[in-house]
C-alpha cells in the first residue's frame, strides 16, 4: 500500500498549505462528478480523500511521521509488541507471564490502543485521540449547480459521496449562489473512535438568460411593442413560480419599471417583489404602414426631449 504522501503526490516535506492545495488539484480532477461509471477513478478519490483527512490534520500528521497510526488512522502497535516483551507473552487466561507486568502493559495499552482498565482498581485509560485536540474527522467540500428556479422555489439533488454512496440533499427555498449546506456526519472518517467530519456542498446558481437577483428581488427587462406601450394593455410575463398578467399602462417608455409586490424570494418570513422594467422594441423589419403613421402623428421633437432631459 502507498503511504498518504504518494497518495497526494508530494514529498513528506511538504507544507500544510501545500498538502491541502496538492488534495484540491487531485480531488477536482478525480470527482466523481467528471468522472461517472468509472470505479478505478472513484476509488482514487477515496484514496486521496482519506489521505488528506490524516495530512490535513497537523497533529495527526505528526502522529502518522511518528509511525503511531497507519494509512487507514489506526493506532500502531510499539516496535516488539505482539510477540511478548523480553520473550514473554499472555496466557489463555490473559495474564501475563514474564517480568512485564500487567500495570505496564496497560500504560502501553492506553497509549496505542485505548486500553479499557488496568488491574488492581487502577484509573481506566483514556484515548489518546481525545487529548490530540480533535474532536471529528475532516469535513470534505463538495459542490452542486442548481438553475434559478430551483434556487427560488426550492428542490432536491442527489450527491454522490466521496466513498460511493449517494444521499438527496433537499435545496432550500431562495438559498443563494455560494451558501453551503452541512451534511452531518457525512465527512472524512474519524480517528480512533473519534466521529466522522461533515460534508459541506456549496450551491452555485446557475445565471439566467432574463431574470436577475438582488437580495431578495427579482429583475425581468420585459420587451414590449410600440402599440403596447402607446395604448397599454394586460400582457402575460413569466415569472419564477408560472405566468403573471399584469397591466401595462397607457403612454409606457423604455425603462419605465412596474413592481409585483410580494412576488419576489421568499426566505422563511421575508419576501421580495419583483421589478419588471420595460423595453420598447421595433418591428425587425422596416414596416412602411408605420412609418406613415409616425410621420403623421408626430407630435414630439426629439431635440425638445432630450433637451428636457439634460442631454443638449
Not at 428581488?217 to 402575460?236: F, K, N, Q, R, T
Request: charged fraction near 30%.
Amino acid at each position: 500500500m502507498s503511504d498518504l504522501y504518494q497518495r497526494l503526490d508530494i514529498d513528506k516535506g511538504a507544507s500544510q498549505a501545500e498538502i491541502k492545495k496538492a488534495y484540491r488539484t487531485l480531488a477536482k480532477k478525480l470527482h466523481p462528478d467528471r468522472n461517472k461509471d468509472d470505479k478505478k477513478i472513484a476509488d482514487r478519490f477515496k484514496e486521496v480523500s482519506a489521505a488528506y483527512s490524516l495530512l490535513g490534520d497537523k497533529e495527526q500528521r505528526g502522529r502518522y511521521d511518528r509511525g503511531e497510526i497507519d494509512e487507514d488512522g489506526n493506532p500502531k502497535a510499539p516496535a516488539g509488541f505482539g510477540g511478548g516483551f523480553g520473550g514473554g507473552g499472555f496466557d489463555r487466561q490473559g495474564q501475563h507471564s514474564s517480568a512485564f507486568d500487567m500495570d505496564d502493559a496497560g500504560d502501553l495499552f492506553s497509549e496505542f490502543f485505548s486500553f479499557s482498565g488496568r488491574r488492581g482498581g487502577k484509573k481506566q485509560g483514556t484515548n489518546p485521540y481525545s487529548r490530540s485536540g480533535r474532536s471529528k474527522g475532516l469535513d470534505i467540500s463538495y459542490q452542486v449547480t442548481i438553475g434559478f428556479e430551483e434556487a427560488i422555489t426550492g428542490s432536491s439533488r442527489r450527491l454522490q459521496l466521496n466513498d460511493g454512496r449517494n444521499v438527496d440533499i433537499k435545496v432550500p427555498v431562495g438559498i443563494k449562489d455560494g451558501q453551503v449546506i452541512r451534511l452531518s456526519g457525512q465527512g472524512g472518517p474519524g480517528v480512533g473512535g473519534a466521529p466522522k467530519g461533515d460534508a459541506l456542498v456549496e450551491v452555485r446558481v446557475s445565471s439566467h438568460p432574463y431574470y436577475r437577483r438582488e437580495g431578495d428581488d427579482i429583475h425581468l427587462e420585459l420587451p414590449i411593442s410600440v402599440d403596447e406601450a402607446v395604448l397599454g394593455g394586460d400582457i402575460l410575463v413569466p415569472t419564477p413560480t408560472g405566468r403573471l398578467t399584469i397591466r401595462i399602462p397607457r403612454n409606457s417608455s423604455t425603462g419605465k419599471r412596474l413592481r409585483l409586490k410580494g412576488k419576489g424570494v421568499q426566505r422563511k418570513d421575508l419576501v421580495g417583489n419583483m421589478y419588471v422594467s420595460l423595453k420598447v422594441v421595433l418591428p425587425d423589419v422596416r414596416d412602411l404602414k408605420l412609418e406613415k403613421l409616425i410621420k403623421e402623428w408626430k407630435v414630439q421633437d426629439g431635440d425638445k426631449i432630450r433637451k428636457n432631459a439634460g442631454l443638449n
